[in-house]
């Protein structure tokens, strides 16, 4: 992203025209950048509670009250009876960025011998799926998406999510490569694909079977590959053998057509590319989902070639030295909270895991009190008059309104950092361009105010940015060599050290325990799970809980609104006029059924909670499935509700996941 700056003040963001990936554009959100950075609404100075928990009233405090307050608060909770671990630091993707989401604040949370946070929320299902199969999350490059033949997009809505990858595709489109949307929303992605196939939810890991058994009964698969770099050749054989066309049909909802269709080009491709991305992976059977379809270009051999293989995720390539960063050794063993679970974790007394209630929240980069499912337990957990909530922001946000402390935190136009990516191959360095607004300050050095004021005598705890940032830099992992501070400081960016573009699995080289692409899996075999791909159903499906499905007949998507990125830029005005309001979509059968009319308020609930939107009726989904375009600050919904009402705190098969679009509703006129 490059900045102009006109007399210290941001006046325009835009792409960098030579990145090889962005290629010179911004997405519909971050092109609102300067509105964000300079909304009136931005938190200028620290802030105390003064009425009830919860009312939204505060003061402003200097910055030193702030840090005794807090610094006296924890220290008191550490030396107390239920001693550090009563603290519980809660973090996500507000920023990615290394220096402002895992650095100083890993460090201050380790020398306090606070809780540690299980970072589940987005991607661990289907990242423990990939690492099962291929041995880590890495996959195909985007840049040589242009080479593929076949482009399935799979439990992704792209055109929303990560429209840098679109131009590639239409390279490959331009050369005679369908594309096909596997989605049970005809997203504004599969309105432009060449087809959209509206598969039941949660159901994916059966049409991968389903494609395989297709692929085998032709005698489509790479026997040379199959020989040389995977392991369980012959019982995936078996396994998917089971999968006829009628039952993968059966289960998925689709036609047994399409299932042959699909199955016998994508095994005659040569070099087809799937992009499975994080959507698919929030049902009870995620992982598995993903490490199924993982399968699917070793049976073909099509990781041989540019433009083939399976992208869950670049991240695993970008070898950081965390540890240095983080310093896990500053601190003692400790107990681990699940983020997801944080509705339990702050009602229960145990924290529902074991140990002492959490009596401190402190809070940055996430904005869980709408982000988190079973948001009513959310909101009981931060109500709580005894919890101490801290919270670093932006924006007075829901997660905000709960603090007792709310200190005002800086963009990426205001602080350094380095990021990582999950799309492509490239380390990006954030340099501050303006001064921080107000009395801003980074996570970084908010931290390192924290522990100054606790007596944290640690050199570590007073690294400043630029040395965090060498730190990162400073390993000797081979696709990070020549990546450098100054190569970074000169360009923005630079790619890893790895071919353009990058074919990770080309002659195997997984690393999986046996160095092959493991079908057979006796790390799942150890977990109790099955060792071969296999489909888990949802948890609130027909197959598990026909009760339940009874009484809550729809299944509720609530992926993200076009122009929010989940509960970011949600208070943006010009964004947010674009999601119009709190919306939800049904198909004209459903909506019959229920006599909704187009524009009616209809409540969404289940027994976990309900929440209010305006219906629009369209055939762009599939009949069953209700969508939601999330995520809504509640504060700004007319009933202060939002989809995570609905959602659960159960976990996804591998990686402790949310299963947020595994979730079961009625609709009915408010
Ligand atoms: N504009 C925008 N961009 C974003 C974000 C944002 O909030 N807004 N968030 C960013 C983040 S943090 C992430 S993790 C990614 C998420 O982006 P994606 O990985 O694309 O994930 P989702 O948007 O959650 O879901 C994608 C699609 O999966 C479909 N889906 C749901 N269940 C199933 C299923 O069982 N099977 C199949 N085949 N499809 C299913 C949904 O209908 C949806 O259209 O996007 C990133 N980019
Ligand atoms: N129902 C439903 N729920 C979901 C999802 C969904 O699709 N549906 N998506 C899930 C996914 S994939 C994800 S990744 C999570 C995301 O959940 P979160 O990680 O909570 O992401 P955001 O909602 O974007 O909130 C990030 C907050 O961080 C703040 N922030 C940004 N930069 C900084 C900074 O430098 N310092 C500080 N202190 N704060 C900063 C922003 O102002 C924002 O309020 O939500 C999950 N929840
Ligand atoms: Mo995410």
């Not at 990582?420 to 340099?431: D, E, I, R």
């Not at 197959?543 to 830029?569: C, G, Q, W």
């Amino acid at each position: 992203m490059l900045v102009t700056v006109e007399d210290g003040r941001a006046v325009r963001v835009a792409g960098d025209p030579d990145h090889p990936f962005t290629n010179g554009f911004l997405c519909a959100k971050v092109n609102r950048y300067i509105e964000r950075t300079y909304h009136p609404d931005r938190l200028t100075q620290p802030l105390r509670r003064v009425g009830p928990k919860g009312s939204g009233t505060f003061a402003p405090i200097s910055w030193d009250d702030a840090l005794d307050e807090i610094a006296s608060r924890l220290g008191d909770i550490a030396s107390s009876p239920h001693g550090p671990q009563a603290i519980l630091p809660y973090s996500y993707a507000g920023t990615m960025g290394l220096v402002q989401g895992s650095s100083m604040d890993h460090r201050f949370f380790h020398l306090l011998g606070a809780s540690k946070l299980d970072r589940t929320i987005c991607s661990m299902a289907g990242t423990v799926g990939m690492r099962m199969t291929v041995g880590a999350n890495i996959g195909a490059d985007s840049e040589g998406v242009p080479e593929s033949d076949l482009i399935l997009l799979w439990g992704t809505n792209t055109l929303t999510a990560n429209p840098h990858l679109w131009p590639f595709i239409l390279k490959a489109r331009e050369r005679g490569a369908p594309i096909i949307c596997i989605d049970p929303l005809r997203t504004r992605t599969a309105l432009q694909c060449d087809e959209w196939l509206p598969i039941r939810p949660g159901t994916d890991a059966a049409l991968a079977l389903g494609l395989m058994h297709v692929v085998f009964a032709r005698g489509l698969e790479d026997r040379d590959y199959l020989e040389q770099y995977t392991l369980g050749h012959e019982d995936l054989r078996a396994r998917a053998a089971e999968w006829t066309p009628e039952r993968t049909a059966a289960v998925t909802g689709l036609s047994r057509h399409d299932v042959e269709s699909l199955g016998e080009r994508y095994g005659r491709a040569k070099a087809a590319f799937i992009r499975v991305n994080y959507g698919l992976q929030r049902h009870a059977g995620g992982g598995m989902a993903v490490r199924t379809i993982a399968c699917l270009p070793a049976v073909t051999g099509h990781w041989r070639r540019a433009g083939g293989g399976v992208q869950l995720s670049t991240s695993a390539n970008f070898q950081f030295n965390k540890r240095a960063l983080e310093r896990p050794d500053l601190g003692p063993d400790v107990r681990t909270i699940n983020m997801i679970r944080l509705g339990e974790a702050l009602t229960m007394d145990d924290a529902g895991v074991g140990g002492p209630p959490v009596k401190a929240l402190v809070v940055y980069n996430s904005n869980p009190a709408a982000v988190a499912p079973d948001r009513n337990a959310v909101l009981r957990g931060l109500a709580r008059e005894d919890l101490f909530t801290v919270v670093l922001e932006h924006f007075q946000t829901d997660t905000a309104d709960w603090a007792d402390i709310v200190l005002p935190a800086t963009t990426q136009l205001e602080h350094w950092d380095v990021h990582f990516a999950y799309g492509h191959h490239y380390v990006t360095l954030n340099q501050p361009s303006i001064t921080p607004i107000g009395e801003a300050k980074p996570n970084s050095e908010i931290f390192r105010l924290i522990a100054a004021r606790m007596g944290m005598a640690q050199p570590a705890m007073r690294d400043d940015d630029v040395t965090l940032i060498r730190q990162a830099l400073d390993t000797q992992a081979s696709k990070l060599q020549g990546v450098t501070f100054d190569g970074l400081l000169e360009r923005g960016w630079m790619r890893l050290n790895v071919p353009t573009p990058y074919l990770p699995y080309a002659n195997g080289e997984f690393t999986t325990p046996s160095g092959k692409c493991e079908f057979r899996s006796a790390r799942l075999e150890e977990m109790g799970l099955d060792p071969l791909p296999t489909y888990i159903p949802p948890y609130e499906s027909p197959e598990r809980d026909p009760d339940l499905v009874a009484r809550y007949p729809l299944t509720l998507i609530s992926s993200p609104a076009h122009t929010f990125l989940n509960t970011t830029f949600v208070n943006v005005t010009s964004l947010r006029r674009q999601a119009r309001e709190p919306e939800v979509l049904l198909h004209p059968a459903d909506a019959e059924r229920r006599a909704i009319a187009a524009g009616a308020m209809v409540t969404v609930r289940n027994d976990r909670g309900a929440f209010l939107a305006r219906a629009r009726v369209e055939p762009s989904l599939r009949e069953g499935v209700i969508w939601a375009p999330s995520i809504w600050w509640g504060k700004l919904a007319g009933d202060g509700a939002n989809a995570n009402q609905t959602t659960s705190q159960r976990e996804t098969d591998l990686g402790h996941g949310p299963v947020f679009y595994d979730n079961q509703v009625e609709v009915e006129m408010a």
